[in-house]
Structure formats: structure tokens, C-alpha cells
């Protein structure tokens, strides 16, 4: 399976799980001229921005590793533009979900980090 798919695959998982927390999904695949958000999502009195990373496993690195600050900075102007579109009193918040997929797909290991930065 290549990347985007795979992407695409870790974005629906991570969809499912929020869903299944009690979260609502405003959007997916969020993009605009800064940048592009995976999630969007509600739950109580914050608004989410999520950020997933899928990987086979955490061998070599964590896959939230892979949100460096310059990806937290995109995402933070990304966030910003959403806002202006589309008013919203609730709290934001930035969170990073990793989905690691192991051998076969069916099984996928979620690790669900809240507040994972703040800008």
C-alpha cells in the first residue's frame, strides 16, 4: 500500500477511535494555502486540531517525532485560518494521534496524546 493510502487509512482509524471517545468530527483533511490539518474535532468545551501519524511500528522512532516544531508552527497558522473561516467560542487545543498499523492492518495500536503542544 503506498503512503497516502496508508495516511488515509491512519486518519479514518483515528476518526473511528475519537468518534468512539465521544468526539465529533468537524472536518478531515483540512487544507488551505499555510498548510493542512488531519482532524478537526469538538468534545465538550475544546476545539481539537489533530494531527495523525501513522507508521508500521515504533522501532526506529515515535511517530510523534514527527511533529517538530515547524510542522507545530504550520499547523498553528493552519489552525488560525480555520478559525477566521469558521467562528468557534470553544477552547482550541493541539493533539497528536499515532497509529501504528504492525504486520497486517487489523489491529491497529492507537496512543492518543491531548494538548501534545501549545503555540
Not at 8 to 29: C, D, M
Given at each position: 500500500m503506498d503512503r497516502k493510502l496508508i495516511?488515509?487509512?491512519?486518519?479514518?482509524?483515528?476518526?473511528?477511535?475519537?468518534?468512539?471517545?465521544?468526539?465529533?468530527?468537524?472536518?478531515?483533511?483540512?487544507?488551505?494555502?499555510?498548510?493542512?490539518?488531519?482532524?478537526?474535532?469538538?468534545?465538550?468545551?475544546?476545539?481539537i486540531f489533530v494531527e495523525v501519524k501513522t507508521r508500521k511500528d515504533a522501532r526506529f522512532a515515535l511517530a510523534r517525532e514527527a511533529v517538530t516544531p515547524a510542522k507545530q508552527r504550520r499547523i498553528a497558522v493552519t489552525a488560525r485560518f480555520w478559525l477566521a473561516e469558521t467562528r468557534s467560542e470553544l477552547q482550541p487545543r493541539f493533539d497528536v494521534i499515532e497509529v501504528y498499523y504492525g504486520e497486517d492492518f487489523r489491529a491497529p495500536r492507537i496512543e492518543h496524546l491531548e494538548n501534545a503542544f501549545t503555540l
Open positions: 495516511g488515509r487509512w491512519g486518519e479514518e482509524k483515528a476518526a473511528e477511535y475519537l468518534q468512539k471517545k465521544g468526539y465529533r468530527i468537524l472536518a478531515q483533511g483540512y487544507r488551505c494555502r499555510f498548510g493542512e490539518i488531519d482532524l478537526i474535532a469538538s468534545r465538550g468545551e475544546f476545539l
